[in-house]
């Protein structure tokens, strides 16, 4: 069925949830999984918080951190169900670039929507609407 997964993750509640059925998918058609978290570039001005007082080096020393832990936790689960897998980690102004790039290695995406909606929708985007629109790799999303 399938040989390899990709799980791109941001750490979110429902990515926790993806990444728990992408792994169970992945065990059931005895696929290797490949975790992937994409963080943004610094920039001057931004709407995070945490990221107000940090200097280009201390914010990406700040994300490659938080990207690890992420990965490291997705890769806990991998190991409990016994299914093989690997992670990557970039910085790129446009997450879903990344994801499709990566999606080229895979037969499946498993990846979680948060289902934004409207005004909300428009303005904040969605990477998983993104990558369905470019990606060639199947995508299986979990809501």
């Keep these: 069925m399938f040989k390899r997964i990709l799980i791109p993750t941001d750490g979110s509640g429902l990515s926790q949830i993806a990444v728990q059925q992408g792994v169970k998918l992945a065990k059931e058609?005895?696929?290797?999984?490949?975790?992937?978290?994409?963080?943004?570039?610094?920039?001057?001005?931004?709407y995070d918080a945490?990221?107000?007082?940090?200097?280009?080096?201390?914010?990406?020393?700040?994300?490659?951190?938080?990207?690890?832990?992420?990965?490291?936790?997705?890769q806990k689960v991998a190991r409990g169900a016994d299914v093989p897998s690997d992670t990557r980690f970039y910085i790129s102004e446009h997450p879903?670039?990344?994801?499709?790039?990566?999606a080229r290695d895979a037969d499946l995406v498993v990846?979680?929507?948060?289902?934004?909606?409207?005004?909300?929708?428009?303005?904040?985007?969605s990477e998983t609407q993104k990558t369905l629109t470019h990606s060639d790799t199947p995508v299986l999303v979990i809501r």
């Design 96 to 102: 879903y670039e990344e994801i499709v790039k990566a």
């Design 111 to 125: 990846m979680a929507s948060h289902g934004r909606k409207g005004v909300k929708g428009v303005l904040l985007g």
């Design 50 to 74: 945490e990221s107000i007082e940090d200097t280009k080096p201390q914010y990406e020393k700040r994300v490659r951190a938080r990207g690890e832990r992420i990965l490291g936790e997705c």
């Design 29 to 46: 058609s005895g696929a290797k999984v490949t975790f992937l978290n994409v963080a943004v570039p610094f920039h001057v001005f931004t």
